[in-house]
């Protein structure tokens, strides 16, 4: 496998964006990411982003959003309808081909303009779900419902994954919700928005985006002073339909960690952090439980998604978090985490070392 | 149903003899309250009072129509607004022989252009009129028509179509695009 590292990021997450463009969001954003390492577009062998034409309420927005990258001359780009995370996966299979040795990925979404619980309810299958518009917060409570009554976490349980993430989130400028000083009790104080997810179990929802650029080898190695190496990356899905599924569980998240585990050659346990991509605080308990995270893991440190969730950038934001903390020497193990449709469906798990 | 042959839907004993479903429909339906950003603002406002916006680029002059708030080649934002003149001339045509279904005062044939105002980089989109569609030409100079000053709104429609000012077309390797090229190329021999 050919050495390939994150040697740059570039985060923005506000709880919405009213005057500015995703153009406007992402000039800043992908400049940023390429000056960090001293790149021009000129520079960069591949692009690859991810987007949602539902969020911008317009066919192939993403075309758009191009004039950000300054595509001109012509530049070698790609783009998926999934989170950057996955964008980050292509345009790392790209690096593997060894045709290329630096690579640009960014992500954004800006969903405020709609109404996310409708968008999200179109991407459950067109028959039979759809037409019913679950809300997505509905959804994600059927799952939890299903988490308690099987006992396998308890509403407390719930409420430490939530006063965690904001406690953690203080201090991070990205993060749209957080407080040093909430406790359990106030959470479990909350009425719940569906029952028996409360406000503070669900994620805040933001406005975005986020840049990384990618680079193979010594390349990295002239880029960065400490890249962080991706070790492993994998990505599984599991069935569509949520009746099919035992959604206390998420087989393909954990698949999706062992594999990239076993390709870093890493013991889970021996990870410094993780950044997980959970809509809901029921959600990070099933991924903690199916990737196997120990005592010695951080969960989180940022705040994860539940202090800010853009959605289609999410997850590649938890890719940069965990990358950050590599590249800045204050971790040396860790996992990036990113999930896709609903009740964490497709899962995505990178796996990145600073040695 | 027993005896189906291969290919056939196999449904179960309690659905049989039921009348198959054919087609679902499943209307959907999703609403925004959508803002096009400060500069498309300025520039739908600037409708209102018979003007035209661009947007200049930083790196090099180019003046960009409608204004984005970006320069696309460089990825560079913009936020110098430039007034840009009425006036002038067609960088390409099609002219169209369809109706357009459901849209009322337009008479085939109509010619559409990419119209590229004295001034800026690029053209965008315009109808002349005032002409038989078989006289315009690349390089053709026009002028907006406005609609009377009662009637303007905070938008592109201000502009009904696009006439001829009589003046000399200009070259060929002006026209289109060309324009911002021949000007900079000229700039660097002088």
Same mark, same amino acid.
């Given at each position: 496998m050919r050495e390939v590292a994150v040697v740059a990021t570039a985060i923005h997450q506000v709880p919405?964006?009213?005057?500015?463009?995703e153009v406007q969001l992402m000039v800043p954003l992908i400049n940023a990411a390429r000056d960090a390492v001293g790149l021009t577009q000129a520079e960069i062998g591949f692009t690859c982003s991810g987007s949602s034409d539902f969020l911008a309420g317009?066919?192939?927005?993403f075309v758009q959003t191009l004039d950000a990258v300054g595509a001109f001359p012509p530049i070698s780009e790609s783009h998926v309808e999934m989170d950057g995370a996955f964008a980050l996966y292509e345009a790392w299979v790209k690096l593997q081909a060894g045709e290329i040795d630096t690579a640009l990925v960014f992500s954004y979404g800006?969903?405020?303009?709609?109404s996310l619980r409708d968008v999200l309810a179109?991407? &459950? /299958?067109?028959?039979?779900?759809?037409?019913?518009?679950?809300p997505a917060d509905a959804v994600a409570a059927i799952q939890a419902r299903l988490l308690l009554e099987a006992g396998k976490v308890s509403g407390e349980d719930l409420a430490e994954i939530a006063v965690r993430s904001q406690r953690n989130a203080v201090?991070?400028?990205?993060?749209v919700r957080f407080s040093p000083d909430m406790a359990v009790a106030d959470v479990m104080a909350e009425v719940p928005v569906a029952d028996p997810l409360r406000p503070s179990d669900l994620a805040a929802e933001s406005d975005g985006g986020c840049a990384i650029v990618l680079a193979a080898g010594d390349r990295a190695r002239q880029l960065c002073g400490r890249p962080a190496w991706i070790r492993g990356i994998d990505h599984r899905i599991d069935a569509?339909?949520?009746?099919?599924?035992?959604?206390?569980?998420a087989p393909s998240a954990e698949l999706a960690a062992s594999v990239a585990c076993a390709t870093a050659d890493?013991?889970?346990?021996? &990870? /410094?952090?993780a950044e997980l991509h959970s809509p809901t605080t029921s959600q990070e308990a099933i991924l903690v439980r199916e990737l196997g995270l120990g005592a010695a893991t951080e969960v989180?440190?940022?705040?994860?998604?539940?202090?800010a969730n853009t959605l289609m950038a999410a997850g590649l934001v938890r890719i940069a978090e965990a990358a950050r903390r590599i590249i800045d020497d204050r971790a040396d193990r860790a996992l990036a985490h990113a999930t896709s449709g609903p009740c964490l469906q497709q899962n995505l798990v990178c796996v990145m070392t600073g040695g | 149903m027993s005896g189906a042959s291969e290919g056939e839907v196999r449904l179960p004993e309690s659905l049989s003899g039921v009348e198959p479903v054919q087609s679902v429909r499943t209307p959907i339906r999703l609403e925004y309250d959508y803002r096009p950003s400060t500069s498309a603002e300025s520039y739908l406002r600037a409708y209102g009072e018979k003007r035209i916006i661009g947007h200049r680029s930083p790196v090099d002059g180019a003046v960009f129509i409608?204004?984005?708030?970006?320069?696309p080649r460089h990825g560079v934002a913009i936020s110098e607004e430039v007034d840009l003149p009425d006036t002038g001339h067609v960088g390409n045509f099609c002219v169209t022989h369809l109706p357009i279904p459901g849209r009322k005062g337009l008479e085939v044939p109509y010619v559409s252009a990419w119209i590229h105002l004295d001034g800026a980089a690029v053209g965008f989109l315009g109808l002349v009129r005032?002409?038989?569609?078989?006289?315009?030409?690349?390089g053709m100079q026009v002028r907006a028509v406005w609609k009377p000053d009662g009637e303007?709104?905070?938008?592109?429609?201000?502009?009904l179509h696009w006439e001829p000012t009589g003046e000399p077309d200009v070259p060929f390797e002006r026209a289109g695009n060309r324009s911002f090229h021949a000007d900079r190329e000229e700039e660097t021999d002088a």
């Amino acid at each position: 496998m050919r050495e390939v590292a994150v040697v740059a990021t570039a985060i923005h997450q506000v709880p919405a964006l009213t005057d500015t463009t995703e153009v406007q969001l992402m000039v800043p954003l992908i400049n940023a990411a390429r000056d960090a390492v001293g790149l021009t577009q000129a520079e960069i062998g591949f692009t690859c982003s991810g987007s949602s034409d539902f969020l911008a309420g317009q066919a192939f927005s993403f075309v758009q959003t191009l004039d950000a990258v300054g595509a001109f001359p012509p530049i070698s780009e790609s783009h998926v309808e999934m989170d950057g995370a996955f964008a980050l996966y292509e345009a790392w299979v790209k690096l593997q081909a060894g045709e290329i040795d630096t690579a640009l990925v960014f992500s954004y979404g800006k969903s405020s303009p709609g109404s996310l619980r409708d968008v999200l309810a179109l991407q &459950l /299958d067109p028959y039979f779900l759809a037409p019913l518009w679950p809300p997505a917060d509905a959804v994600a409570a059927i799952q939890a419902r299903l988490l308690l009554e099987a006992g396998k976490v308890s509403g407390e349980d719930l409420a430490e994954i939530a006063v965690r993430s904001q406690r953690n989130a203080v201090g991070n400028p990205n993060a749209v919700r957080f407080s040093p000083d909430m406790a359990v009790a106030d959470v479990m104080a909350e009425v719940p928005v569906a029952d028996p997810l409360r406000p503070s179990d669900l994620a805040a929802e933001s406005d975005g985006g986020c840049a990384i650029v990618l680079a193979a080898g010594d390349r990295a190695r002239q880029l960065c002073g400490r890249p962080a190496w991706i070790r492993g990356i994998d990505h599984r899905i599991d069935a569509h339909g949520l009746g099919t599924r035992d959604l206390t569980r998420a087989p393909s998240a954990e698949l999706a960690a062992s594999v990239a585990c076993a390709t870093a050659d890493l013991a889970i346990e021996s &990870l /410094d952090i993780a950044e997980l991509h959970s809509p809901t605080t029921s959600q990070e308990a099933i991924l903690v439980r199916e990737l196997g995270l120990g005592a010695a893991t951080e969960v989180n440190p940022s705040g994860g998604a539940l202090a800010a969730n853009t959605l289609m950038a999410a997850g590649l934001v938890r890719i940069a978090e965990a990358a950050r903390r590599i590249i800045d020497d204050r971790a040396d193990r860790a996992l990036a985490h990113a999930t896709s449709g609903p009740c964490l469906q497709q899962n995505l798990v990178c796996v990145m070392t600073g040695g | 149903m027993s005896g189906a042959s291969e290919g056939e839907v196999r449904l179960p004993e309690s659905l049989s003899g039921v009348e198959p479903v054919q087609s679902v429909r499943t209307p959907i339906r999703l609403e925004y309250d959508y803002r096009p950003s400060t500069s498309a603002e300025s520039y739908l406002r600037a409708y209102g009072e018979k003007r035209i916006i661009g947007h200049r680029s930083p790196v090099d002059g180019a003046v960009f129509i409608p204004p984005r708030g970006v320069d696309p080649r460089h990825g560079v934002a913009i936020s110098e607004e430039v007034d840009l003149p009425d006036t002038g001339h067609v960088g390409n045509f099609c002219v169209t022989h369809l109706p357009i279904p459901g849209r009322k005062g337009l008479e085939v044939p109509y010619v559409s252009a990419w119209i590229h105002l004295d001034g800026a980089a690029v053209g965008f989109l315009g109808l002349v009129r005032g002409c038989p569609s078989e006289e315009v030409r690349i390089g053709m100079q026009v002028r907006a028509v406005w609609k009377p000053d009662g009637e303007l709104g905070t938008t592109a429609e201000n502009i009904l179509h696009w006439e001829p000012t009589g003046e000399p077309d200009v070259p060929f390797e002006r026209a289109g695009n060309r324009s911002f090229h021949a000007d900079r190329e000229e700039e660097t021999d002088a």
